[in-house]
């Protein structure tokens, strides 16, 4: 039976990591605690890389960078293409097509 994609709060995830480095197994805090084996294996990966115990994978922080910056770029393409649309508008109406401009 899925259990679905339900969000565990930080102190939370932090404390099963915590469990997982003192001994405790993933299947077996899975079976006390509900996270599955794989979603807890994949906290203490997390949570090794934000501590730089591990260099494979982005931390939390880059993460959510990543995830700011990609925002920002589609939000600065679209601006990009409805300032192109208005500029094309505007010299089809005044009847005069703008030099390109090499910046883009």
Do not use: C, H
Not at 20 to 46: D, H, M
Not at 51 to 58: F, P, Q
Not at 76 to 100: N, V
């Amino acid at each position: 039976m899925p259990r679905g994609n339900k969000r565990y709060p930080l102190e939370f995830r932090q404390q099963i990591v915590e469990l997982v480095r003192s001994g405790r197994t993933p299947r077996e805090l899975s079976k006390k605690f509900g996270p599955a084996p794989s979603t807890i294996r994949s906290w203490v990966i997390q949570a090794d890389r934000d501590e730089g115990r591990r260099t494979d994978g982005l931390t939390s922080a880059e993460r959510e960078e990543l995830r700011k910056l990609r925002r920002e770029n589609r939000r600065l393409k679209m601006e990009r293409e409805i300032l192109a649309k208005a500029a094309a508008w505007f010299a089809q109406e005044t009847g005069s097509i703008p030099p390109k401009s090499s910046g883009s």
